[in-house]
């Protein structure tokens, strides 16, 4: 049986168009899902928006229309972006579907009753943006709220709370003995720091009379969940959590593989998410992990809508294409570093290592097939069978290990190894000399068969580009991780022709 591999992202605020940096996210978990596919794993890729909350009704608000009507106008971008960047994904989590509202107000309902959910009045300073209360931790230096709050506003509410403080134990014990449970491991280590001082309990609810747009306290009609409890629960909700009918298929799912942002590590996925969870009954082995990745940054900053240094991914897919973004966000951040975005980088990138290396590979070696031997191959040993084989096994290791950049730079030395045999063998000549007709077939047959075994590899990565180098080998085989072992080009294999796949970008 082949294992699942559920991959989750965090669920995009639909406040705002969608930027770059959503995008990263995006394309990183659809390398992953494309990847484990490609691998044989069972492999389900959830994603979505987060319609509710205060920041969604104040951007509706704004623009002068229904919360409805403009989550619905804002969506529409994210789904537009998602198609035009081939981002395969098998779940959509919409959080004001009314399976995900049925799913958030069964586990208030449950905690609500098990006791774990209660009301109390507090008085407080609150930040309208960031949708808290504040307390004296998040003052500065001077003792004032900073910046980053926005608006603060004093507020004195009755509200529903969650005991998160009575799992504080818990949680560090769990931190503790699953050294896995956060990716990369720095932060795990600010994840247990933070856990640590977990000292309140968590506010779950908002008065209706200053926020209505969200789901209903099935036990409080006057007030709606705060948004991330509402919105935490899509990674089940849509997996078919709490649905008797989808009891086996949500067991042989879960758990997900979070893919988030650094930002929302504390508090919201590595404190309220995992003792939800717990609270919820889930046991410690099902607890899920969180695959952290950093920022795209632009000069120096997060790319995002307040600081006003987005850049929308669609100008990138109508100038260059979706893959070479895809490529250059991929090859140059190391998961969970972050990275600066410019446009030169990004066209030095596609022009550097696709372009000129693995698009002239294919041109070259398919256009010598085609010259001296019409394009069809004669089944050989070859001498760089060893260190292709060997190259792939390292691929694999580094995408288990979500190391996307590391695979890219495995997948690019097979082909700076292949291009540096031309020039060693140089064929041009081998083809004036008869006697060396065995050696040209075995350079061209090796040429032909380490560039099917790279179109594998780059698959998850470039997928239409992929397939476009298979049409020209004219390989039709299972997009199968088995079939990158080497020789599987028949002998007699007639390969198609030429045309580039990577034309190069000139700038002015
Ligand atoms: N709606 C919440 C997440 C709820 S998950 C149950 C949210 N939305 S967001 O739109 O602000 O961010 C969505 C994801 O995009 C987050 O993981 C966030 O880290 C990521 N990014 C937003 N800007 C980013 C960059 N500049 N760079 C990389 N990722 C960034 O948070």
Not at 68 to 87: N, S, Y
Not at 152 to 169: I, T
Request: proline share 5%.
């Amino acid at each position: 049986m082949s294992k699942p591999f559920f991959i989750t992202t965090a669920i995009d605020y639909t406040n705002a168009a969608p930027h770059v940096g959503h995008a990263y996210e995006k394309i990183l978990a659809d390398v992953l899902a494309r990847y484990h596919r490609l691998a044989g794993d069972r492999t389900y890729f959830l994603t979505g928006v987060d319609q509710h909350g205060q920041k969604v009704q104040q951007a509706a608000t704004a623009a002068g229309i229904s919360p409805e009507e403009f989550v619905a106008q804002t969506t529409e971008k994210f789904t537009a972006l998602w198609k035009r960047l081939d981002i395969s994904f098998d779940g959509w989590a919409a959080t004001t579907d009314p399976l995900h509202k049925t799913c958030v107000q069964g586990i208030l309902q449950a905690l609500h009753d098990k006791g774990d959910i209660y009301r109390a009045k507090y008085r407080g300073f609150y930040s309208v943006r960031q949708e808290q209360f504040l307390t004296d931790k998040e003052r500065g230096e001077d003792g004032a709220f900073g910046p980053e709050w926005g608006e603060v506003v004093e507020l004195e509410e009755e509200n529903w709370y969650f005991r998160l403080g009575q799992y504080r134990d818990w949680l560090i014990g769990f931190l503790d003995s699953h050294p896995a449970a956060v990716i990369p491991s720095f932060r795990l280590a600010e994840l247990r720091n933070a856990a640590a001082k977990i000292s309140n309990d968590l506010s779950i609810s908002r008065p209706k009379s200053r926020l209505s747009w969200g789901i209903e306290l099935p036990f409080d009609r006057d007030c709606v969940t705060y948004v991330w409890f509402d919105a935490l629960v899509n990674y089940i909700s849509f997996a078919g959590y709490g649905d008797p009918a989808k009891a086996d298929e949500f067991a042989a799912l879960w758990p997900a593989l979070h893919v988030i942002g650094k930002d929302i590590i504390i508090p919201a996925h590595g404190i309220y998410w995992l003792i939800m969870l717990h609270a919820m009954g889930f046991p410690d082995e099902q607890i899920p992990p969180l695959l952290v990745h950093g920022y795209v940054m632009m000069d120096g900053e997060k790319m995002s809508k307040s600081l006003g240094n987005i850049r929308d991914p669609n100008t990138f897919v109508d100038t260059f294409g979706a893959g070479a973004l895809r490529y250059y966000l991929m090859r140059d951040c190391a998961v969970g570093q972050d990275m600066d975005f410019t446009d030169d980088r990004l066209v030095q990138r596609y022009n550097g290592d696709l372009a000129n290396s693995l698009g002239n590979l294919l041109n070259r070696s398919l256009s010598m097939a085609k010259r001296y031997r019409q394009g069809v191959l004669r089944r050989c040993e070859s001498p760089l069978a060893e260190f292709v084989t060997e190259k792939t096994a390292a691929y694999r290791r580094q995408m288990d290990a979500h190391q996307i950049h590391a695979a890219i730079e495995t997948t690019q030395e097979i082909v700076v190894r292949c291009n540096a045999y031309v020039e060693e063998t140089a064929p041009w000549k081998l083809a004036k000399d008869p006697a060396q007709a065995d050696k040209l077939d075995e350079v061209l047959y090796t040429l032909a068969e380490a560039l099917r075994i790279v179109s594998l590899l780059i698959t998850p990565v470039l997928p239409s580009a992929a397939d476009a180098i298979r049409a020209q080998l004219v390989w039709a085989g299972p997009l199968d991780f088995n079939e990158v072992a080497w020789g599987r080009l028949a002998d007699g294999h007639q390969l198609g022709e030429p045309v580039p796949v990577f034309p190069r970008i000139e700038r002015e």
